[in-house]
């Protein structure tokens, strides 16, 4: 295998806490939140840009994913978040462009990719948890600010005459709104296609009465309302949640992981780096001792449950990957631990999934698995003697683009499927992972979740849960074969080739988003027009303008 050279980088840690908070200011008053944006100009990740205007970047989302999830999970008598800005006639004016332009092709990919996944998270959090958010825009609200806003169940603007929303990325830089604005507009706030065709293309954006008869926001009031009228339906938009105002939140401590070059270590997730190779093995294990007996239990154990522990892990994990180690290409699933105890979990879930705590706690695991699927990696999952693929483990594996189980009559090697395999971990796509991979047959879902005890290897192949099942003699030799194959085809069509395989069946919101948009704007950001010596992108802000092939592809 060639040796790769490996270039320098930051090193994203996206662990933060309300102390830390350089950009977000975070206020409690009874059932609702204020979540206010204060952008400091010189905080960026990097020195080569300021953040004016309460532009953002990386460093600044992170942060907003962190308030989102504590807000979640340690303050469940909010039952509305109100998202403002704490600058005079100011509200977002969206991402860095100076940071855009400056960075990698990549970094700009995953940037948008992370800031879709968390105003995704946002909207999680209205459908599934009855927290309800208000944009309480007051001030220039352009591009991925608007973005922030449209993620929001209402959006109210200020009428001062000068504040208006827009999405100036075609007209300014030749680029898409990379955190599915467009997409939102005529999906989620039905924008008429003409009238999202002519905002889209106007950098100044839309104004008061105009911006609400076109739908872009829900109302306008004068300043001198202003304040009043988002306290009101604030509190009418609480007054829809069901979440409890009486309950006791959890803290979210630091997970506190060992870095080091090439391996990672937390208390349920492992991570071993071979970067000669350009693979990682990220093994996962299992719950360890009883399954709680209640749900005082769980709230006693507070983020050292094993299901909000394990997979805080396994996100934080699968973000340093994406953004740390892009020369990683390939990751490798493993799991170790007592099948058992890992059916007896998830039975727990189930059976008490509408208690707050662990409603958030699986919808926590649906959001980390789904972050799996959108990472452009290859994975493969490894299914050995010892291995935990049962239950909500084995969703791993029906994630991973192929599954090699070891089919050794020496030895007992089994996987098996319980109720959080049938509905509680839902892909973008609306479906289960079970549902996506038997498009073809839907009866199969029902067939296999019916089935009785585990599948041993030639059981999961005839039902088609494992893609190969080789057997000790030929084990080693397949699945290295199989991983150095892999590594030796080209990152880019890879990454094309499995988006388009991982999400069959019905198309979405949140599909058209990373289908269609990140595809889009990932070929956008490597097109002369955005970011050659005159594009768009890379004039902004100089002196000179734009110059454009104005030949259609």
Known sequence: MDTVTR?????????????????????????????????QEDGGLSPDYRLKLNSYDLGVDIELADAIQRIRFEHPEVRAVIITSLKERVFCA?????????????????????????????EDASQHSGLKFLAAVNGICAGGGYELALACDEIVLVDDGNSAVSLPETPLLGVLPGTGGLTRVVDKRKVRRDLADCFGTIAEGVKGKRAVEWRLVDAAYPTSQFKQRISERATALAAQSDRPLDAAGIRLNPLSPSLQDSSWKYSCVEVEIEHDKRVATLTISGPEGETPRSVEEVVAAGDQFWPLRAFRELDDALLRLRLNESLIGTVVLKTRGEQTAMLAMDEFLVAHAQHWLIREIIHLMKRTLKRLDLTSRSFFALIEPGSCFAGTLFELAIAADRSYMLDDPDQENAIALSGMNGGPLKMSNGLTRLETRFLADAQQVNAVLAHEGPFDPQDAM????????????????????????????????????????????PETMETKIFGRLTAWQNWIFIRPNAVGDKGALTAYGSQSRPEFDYNRT
């Open 462 to 505: 005839d039902a088609g849960l494992i893609s190969f099942a080789p057997d000790d003699l030929d084990w080693d030799d397949e699945v290295r074969l199989a991983i150095e194959g892999r590594a030796a085809l080209s990152p880019d069509a890879l990454t094309a080739m499995e988006a388009n395989l991982r999400f069959a069946g």
């Open 7 to 39: 270039t320098s980088k930051p090193n994203v840690s996206f662990e933060t806490a309300p102390d830390r908070y350089k950009h977000w200011k975070l206020a409690f008053d009874g059932p609702v939140a204020t979540l206010s944006m204060d952008v």
């Open 94 to 122: 969206g991402a860095n462009i100076f940071m855009l332009r400056g960075s990698t092709h990549a970094w700009k990919v995953n940037f948008c990719k992370y800031t879709n996944e968390t105003r995704l998270a946002i």
